[in-house]
């Protein structure tokens, strides 16, 4: 079974320019999670889709983030422009069904921004 | 609300030796606890997960971690380390609603001298 997939794995970018990260989480899973992992820290959920619909986007400064899961799938995340913080690992996980207590999470090998 | 705390963020141990990873919790309703682990270069995977039942939960490769509810506690073990065991390790929280989110500790990296 392939896991979950991502890319880029490294990108760089100067601040205020935008950046996008593509997701294709495990075939079936139907919960798809976005976090951020700055260095020293524990991930951050960012957001969290059901299928194609936001169950949980209140971390997500949506003044220069955005996601969408298309057709319940592959996943993108974006962020406009970038500033030095967003500089983290971005992950990507995805689960059977919905309930991220019980439900066993499969993580991608996530993409390292660099804003400089 | 739920957080978590981990204590050590690095903890350097010899091959065979014991060792401990601490993680304290906080929370106003009951919880599920999680023990992650990050090898280099790999994506987080689970290692083990308190739900409900025995307060002692066993991973396959040998840690095991005892949920203690008195002391808000979920230390992880094992009683002899292998050079493979080399990671990053994180603990998580999450209340028992579905609505809850998973929250993870810093992390605490295990190095393991030959």
């Known amino acids: 079974e392939a896991g979950v997939a991502q890319s880029p794995r490294y990108k760089i970018i100067e601040k205020r320019q935008s950046v996008a990260f593509w997701c294709n989480p495990i075939?079936?899973?139907?919960?798809l999670y976005w976090y951020q992992q700055i260095l020293g820290q524990g991930p951050k959920l960012l957001i969290q889709?059901?299928?194609?619909?936001?169950?949980?986007d209140s971390q997500l400064p949506k003044d220069r983030f955005s996601a969408e899961r298309l057709k319940g799938v592959d996943s993108t995340l974006k962020i406009q422009p970038a500033k030095l913080e967003d500089s983290a690992v971005y992950l990507c996980?995805?689960?059977?069904?919905?309930?991220?207590?019980?439900?066993?999470?499969?993580f991608g090998p996530g993409t390292r921004l660099t804003v400089l | 609300a739920q957080s978590v705390t981990q204590l050590d963020s690095q903890v350097p141990v010899f091959e065979e030796a014991p060792v401990e990873l601490r993680c304290n919790y906080s929370s106003s309703v009951s919880v599920y606890l999680f023990w992650y682990v990050q090898y280099p270069n790999q994506g987080l995977q689970l290692l083990l997960k308190?739900?409900?039942?025995?307060?002692l939960v066993e991973s396959i490769n040998g840690f095991e971690a005892e949920f203690n509810k008195s002391q808000t506690s979920f230390h992880l073990r094992k009683p002899s380390v292998h050079i493979s065991d080399t990671a990053e390790y994180f603990c998580a929280v999450s209340g028992y609603s579905s609505a809850s989110k998973i929250i993870f500790g810093s992390g605490t990296r295990l190095s393991i001298r030959p």
């Open positions: 889709f059901q299928n194609n619909g936001v169950v949980d």
């Open positions: 996980a995805s689960s059977l069904r919905l309930n991220p207590s019980t439900d066993t999470q499969y």
């Open positions: 075939s079936g899973h139907a919960t």
């Open positions: 308190y739900l409900s039942g025995s307060t």
